[in-house]
């Protein structure tokens, strides 16, 4: 399995025509923009140091938001479609007007309203008309959307979802011969792939019949974003397996049960959204997220839990202080890193890590 | 409900609280040293202090005689009123801490718990209050609801999430979409539908059934308080304004607290009356208005006094704020004939649920209302919508107004970050380039 770059693939599509748009975190209806022939190209933690960005916000901004300013400041000319900023947090959505109404990119700026908290009737007909809307607002300058492309876009998405239902389950019971990292860089490969060629990649991974024996230390992950390759580099070099995630980035982008083929585009799509996992930017109560994480942890077989939090990600550290409460009270061991997203694993981490993973092989032994 | 927690709700706030009230008057006070910059204060002063000392004593009786409610101040409060709950402001009450200079302590409380110490202060104060049940306003209930609405941030949300369970209790959250470019005709019926949504829930929270006539008339009085608050604030523009925008972030809080009540209102009509004729006799709220400004963003509570004081000394005064207009700004869309729509398109507009260059024209029209000279923004850590865009936004206004204009980096409760030395010389390099640019 070779992952492609993510620059080069991006450099290579847009030598190819190919139109594509800045996506920032994190959910929005990527089937919408597949048809209309234009490839998201998601902004989570582009490589770089913050430079211009510290000129238009504080230092106590997350470096999620500071990172993806940075990039756009930077204009790059592969991003010929503009930028979408779904509604995630306080700082993306005042980032985007910001961008929009005082920066003053000449690149088209979409937003995208992601409802919270109560999901109800009137949430879901509201989540419809925002599809609709940010459909039409598409429409305007890539003219009418073609509601077969759609419904391939859809179709595209399913097998999709689909087949990374099996690939977790697969991953959870030892049945995937992949590395952290490799486990990783698939699942992000989905930030900037067109879907048929990442469809073909999820092709070439290969589920064993049966379970592999192995010996690995197994943790679950949650936060943001994924620990970086360093660290994962790092686990896999200590033999240990992340085998369930409860990542914004990962799997709280999957719906957490296998649905049905799409029937008709927006109400898949709305389906969809309303069958992701608990997340915080979704604003499910703690006690939601709280039994989806204990689940997942029996499921996976987990020994322990690494939170990766972003440094300044409120909508997260809310929900930390009681997800870090309840799973001690299950008796779960737990380690809290805290990430700016720099490059880079420092001997500290290392150590702490080494601490928490021989704390949870001593808990095996004994 | 139970009869004699009613009997003494009722006795204690026709007799007890006003009894109390006088016996406060007769307590004697030390006098605070007050420059002489200022200019005589405010009557109604007395009359707020009144009313927010009445409203946190006869919180502790409201157990029992009525339901209570914890709700964030941007939250359409009109409707639980309708359902006569006992609401309580934990965004107000963190202030008040701040105010007393004990945010930290709070908060402390609440990191010890394992908040972290990156989250808004208003939260960790009142977590800390939550976990530890102190209080400087003797006691305050437990909620039976929490009711909160996205409209000023996404992070009331995930507070109340933390309280709802902690105390194993109902949150009914109004989820108010941000209004990226303008509010869509769906975005209203999105709000005006799950308002509707609210009344099965608060019928059975709260035991009573909804009263619509009852609704309209809470709706008008509230309507009636901003209106008033608003023209309170427009009485700024003369000069010398009649008081300084740090009198008015106390005398906001009946409009947060208190709105859709008879108390607001009827406090408005006094302080309209005072300020009005404050302006008709030409007192000023500093003996020597020179300068006047315009604060942005929410207030730093523990530094009020040192802030009023530092400014009147330099014969400026803050005339306007978009923290105190808040209150003010979008109330003319309230129609007791479209209750719902018009609910949805006042607190679904409202500043901080707007987008910048909504704020950025806002901002220009106050500063030429209000004849401004110059601008102080905070910078809140505590406060992700306010803050986001400011540097932006100074740059702008500066760039085409010519305003000169100065960032303080603070915090609305947490008086750990307050960092004196540091904060006075920008202050002091900001006054003089207003003076050097008023020469020119």
């Given at each position: 399995?070779?992952?492609?770059?993510?620059?080069?693939?991006?450099?290579?599509?847009?030598?190819?025509?190919?139109?594509?748009?800045?996506?920032?975190?994190?959910?929005?209806?990527?089937?919408?923009?597949?048809?209309?022939?234009?490839?998201?190209?998601?902004?989570?933690?582009?490589?770089?140091?913050?430079?211009?960005?510290?000129?238009?916000?504080?230092?106590?901004?997350?470096?999620?938001?500071?990172?993806?300013?940075?990039?756009?400041?930077?204009?790059?000319?592969?991003?010929?479609?503009?930028?979408?900023?779904?509604?995630?947090?306080?700082?993306?959505?005042?980032?985007?007007?910001?961008?929009?109404?005082?920066?003053?990119?000449?690149?088209?700026?979409?937003?995208?309203?992601?409802?919270?908290?109560?999901?109800?009737?009137?949430?879901?007909?509201?989540?419809?008309?925002?599809?609709?809307?940010?459909?039409?607002?598409?429409?305007?300058?890539?003219?009418?959307?073609?509601?077969?492309?759609?419904?391939?876009?859809?179709?595209?998405?399913?097998?999709?979802?689909?087949?990374?239902?099996?690939?977790?389950?697969?991953?959870?019971?030892?049945?995937?011969?992949?590395?952290?990292?490799?486990?990783?860089?698939?699942?992000?490969?989905?930030?900037?792939?067109?879907?048929?060629?990442?469809?073909?990649?999820?092709?070439?991974?290969?589920?064993?019949?049966?379970?592999?024996?192995?010996?690995?230390?197994?943790?679950?992950?949650?936060?943001?974003?994924?620990?970086?390759?360093?660290?994962?580099?790092?686990?896999?070099?200590?033999?240990?397996?992340?085998?369930?995630?409860?990542?914004?980035?990962?799997?709280?982008?999957?719906?957490?049960?296998?649905?049905?083929?799409?029937?008709?585009?927006?109400?898949?799509?709305?389906?969809?959204?309303?069958?992701?996992?608990?997340?915080?930017?979704?604003?499910?109560?703690?006690?939601?997220?709280?039994?989806?994480?204990?689940?997942?942890?029996?499921?996976?077989?987990?020994?322990?839990?690494?939170?990766?939090?972003?440094?300044?990600?409120?909508?997260?550290?809310f929900?930390?202080?009681?997800?870090?409460?309840?799973?001690?009270?299950?008796?779960?061991?737990?380690?809290?890193?805290?990430?700016?997203?720099?490059?880079?694993?420092?001997?500290?981490?290392?150590?702490?890590?080494?601490?928490?993973?021989?704390?949870?092989?001593?808990?095996?032994?004994? | 409900?139970?009869?004699?927690?009613?009997?003494?709700?009722?006795?204690?706030?026709?007799?007890?609280a006003?009894?109390l009230?006088?016996?406060k008057?007769?307590?004697?006070?030390?006098?605070?040293?007050?420059?002489?910059?200022?200019?005589?204060?405010?009557?109604?002063?007395?009359?707020l202090k009144e009313i927010l000392s009445r409203h946190y004593f006869l919180a502790r009786y409201a157990p029992?005689?009525k339901q209570v409610a914890w709700v964030t101040s941007g939250a359409?409060v009109?409707?639980l009123r309708?359902?006569?709950f006992y609401t309580i402001y934990p965004e107000n009450h963190s202030a008040l801490i701040g105010a007393k200079k004990q945010g930290a302590d709070y908060c402390a409380i609440a990191e010890?718990a394992?908040f972290?110490?990156?989250l808004c202060s208003y939260a960790r104060i009142d977590l800390g209050h939550l976990l530890s049940g102190k209080t400087p306003a003797g006691k305050l209930p437990k909620p039976d609801l929490l009711f909160c609405s996205?409209?000023i941030c996404?992070t009331v949300l995930y507070w109340y999430k933390a309280i709802a369970q902690e105390l194993?209790i109902?949150l009914i959250?109004?989820?108010?979409?941000?209004?990226?470019?303008?509010?869509?005709?769906?975005?209203?019926?999105?709000?005006?539908?799950?308002?509707?949504?609210?009344?099965?829930?608060?019928?059975?929270?709260?035991?009573?059934?909804?009263?619509?006539?009852?609704?309209?008339?809470?709706?008008?009085?509230?309507?009636?308080?901003?209106?008033?608050?608003?023209?309170?604030?427009?009485?700024?523009?003369?000069?010398?304004?009649?008081?300084?925008?740090?009198?008015a972030f106390g005398h906001l809080a009946p409009v947060v607290s208190l709105r859709g009540l008879?108390v607001a209102?009827?406090y408005?009509?006094?302080?309209?009356?005072?300020?009005?004729?404050?302006?008709?006799?030409?007192?000023?709220?500093?003996?020597?208005?020179?300068?006047?400004?315009?604060?942005?963003n929410i207030a730093v509570w523990y530094k009020v006094?040192?802030?009023?004081?530092?400014?009147?000394?330099?014969?400026?005064?803050?005339?306007?704020?978009?923290y105190t207009?808040a209150w003010?700004?979008?109330?003319?869309?309230?129609?007791?004939?479209?209750?719902?729509?018009?609910?949805?398109?006042?607190?679904?507009?409202?500043?901080l649920?707007?987008?910048?260059?909504?704020?950025?024209?806002?901002?220009?029209?106050?500063?030429?209302?209000?004849?401004?000279?110059?601008?102080?923004?905070?910078?809140t850590r505590s406060c992700?919508?306010y803050?986001?865009?400011?540097?932006?936004?100074?740059?702008?206004?500066?760039?085409?107004?010519?305003?000169?204009?100065?960032?303080?980096?603070?915090d609305i409760a947490d008086e750990r970050?307050?960092?004196?030395?540091?904060?006075?010389?920008?202050?002091?390099?900001?006054?003089?380039?207003?003076?050097?640019?008023?020469?020119?």
């Amino acid at each position: 399995m070779i992952i492609p770059n993510r620059s080069e693939y991006l450099k290579q599509q847009a030598r190819n025509g190919q139109k594509i748009m800045g996506v920032l975190p994190a959910l929005y209806p990527r089937e919408l923009l597949w048809a209309f022939d234009i490839l998201p190209a998601e902004i989570w933690d582009p490589p770089g140091d913050i430079l211009q960005a510290n000129a238009h916000l504080q230092t106590t901004i997350c470096p999620v938001v500071k990172q993806g300013l940075e990039f756009i400041l930077k204009d790059p000319e592969i991003v010929t479609a503009g930028y979408l900023f779904p509604h995630t947090c306080d700082s993306l959505q005042n980032l985007a007007t910001q961008v929009k109404d005082l920066i003053g990119i000449s690149a088209p700026v979409y937003t995208f309203y992601n409802p919270k908290g109560a999901f109800r009737q009137a949430t879901r007909n509201y989540y419809q008309d925002v599809l609709r809307e940010l459909q039409t607002t598409l429409e305007q300058l890539h003219g009418p959307c073609d509601p077969e492309k759609l419904q391939t876009a859809c179709q595209l998405g399913f097998k999709i979802d689909t087949r990374w239902n099996e690939l977790q389950k697969a991953w959870m019971s030892d049945q995937l011969p992949v590395t952290n990292q490799e486990y990783f860089g698939l699942m992000r490969a989905l930030e900037y792939m067109q879907p048929a060629d990442y469809l073909e990649l999820l092709d070439q991974v290969t589920v064993q019949d049966q379970t592999v024996i192995r010996n690995d230390t197994r943790l679950l992950v949650s936060g943001i974003l994924p620990p970086d390759i360093e660290t994962l580099s790092f686990l896999d070099e200590l033999k240990v397996r992340i085998v369930a995630d409860d990542l914004l980035a990962g799997s709280r982008r999957i719906p957490i049960v296998c649905m049905d083929p799409p029937y008709d585009p927006m109400e898949h799509l709305t389906d969809r959204f309303f069958m992701l996992p608990p997340c915080s930017t979704r604003a499910n109560s703690l006690a939601e997220r709280s039994h989806y994480l204990k689940t997942l942890i029996a499921k996976s077989d987990a020994q322990g839990v690494l939170f990766n939090i972003v440094k300044f990600c409120e909508p997260e550290l809310f929900d930390h202080q009681f997800l870090v409460k309840s799973l001690k009270s299950a008796g779960l061991p737990l380690l809290n890193l805290e990430t700016e997203l720099q490059p880079g694993l420092s001997g500290q981490t290392k150590t702490r890590i080494e601490a928490f993973i021989e704390m949870l092989d001593d808990q095996v032994t004994a | 409900m139970s009869i004699s927690a009613r009997l003494k709700y009722s006795f204690m706030k026709d007799i007890g609280a006003p009894a109390l009230m006088s016996l406060k008057d007769l307590k004697p006070r030390r006098a605070r040293a007050v420059s002489k910059a200022f200019g005589p204060p405010l009557q109604s002063n007395k009359r707020l202090k009144e009313i927010l000392s009445r409203h946190y004593f006869l919180a502790r009786y409201a157990p029992g005689a009525k339901q209570v409610a914890w709700v964030t101040s941007g939250a359409p409060v009109e409707l639980l009123r309708t359902f006569d709950f006992y609401t309580i402001y934990p965004e107000n009450h963190s202030a008040l801490i701040g105010a007393k200079k004990q945010g930290a302590d709070y908060c402390a409380i609440a990191e010890s718990a394992g908040f972290s110490q990156d989250l808004c202060s208003y939260a960790r104060i009142d977590l800390g209050h939550l976990l530890s049940g102190k209080t400087p306003a003797g006691k305050l209930p437990k909620p039976d609801l929490l009711f909160c609405s996205n409209n000023i941030c996404q992070t009331v949300l995930y507070w109340y999430k933390a309280i709802a369970q902690e105390l194993n209790i109902p949150l009914i959250h109004f989820d108010a979409p941000f209004v990226a470019i303008e509010q869509s005709q769906h975005d209203v019926r999105y709000m005006a539908q799950q308002l509707q949504d609210m009344i099965p829930i608060l019928e059975q929270v709260s035991g009573k059934v909804f009263d619509l006539k009852q609704f309209e008339i809470i709706l008008k009085r509230s309507q009636n308080s901003s209106m008033t608050w608003g023209r309170v604030l427009e009485c700024m523009q003369s000069k010398p304004a009649p008081m300084t925008i740090f009198d008015a972030f106390g005398h906001l809080a009946p409009v947060v607290s208190l709105r859709g009540l008879p108390v607001a209102q009827d406090y408005y009509n006094i302080l309209l009356e005072e300020v009005e004729d404050r302006v008709t006799k030409g007192i000023g709220a500093i003996t020597n208005e020179r300068y006047r400004l315009i604060w942005d963003n929410i207030a730093v509570w523990y530094k009020v006094r040192f802030l009023a004081t530092f400014f009147a000394e330099r014969n400026m005064n803050f005339v306007t704020a978009t923290y105190t207009n808040a209150w003010a700004e979008t109330t003319g869309f309230l129609d007791v004939k479209d209750p719902w729509s018009s609910m949805a398109k006042t607190y679904g507009q409202i500043i901080l649920n707007n987008n910048l260059k909504h704020r950025l024209g806002l901002m220009k029209k106050m500063i030429r209302n209000f004849s401004v000279d110059g601008m102080v923004m905070h910078s809140t850590r505590s406060c992700k919508p306010y803050s986001v865009g400011q540097f932006d936004l100074r740059k702008a206004l500066s760039t085409e107004l010519n305003l000169p204009a100065v960032i303080l980096d603070a915090d609305i409760a947490d008086e750990r970050v307050w960092s004196e030395q540091q904060i006075q010389t920008r202050l002091e390099a900001f006054c003089e380039t207003l003076e050097d640019t008023s020469l020119v």
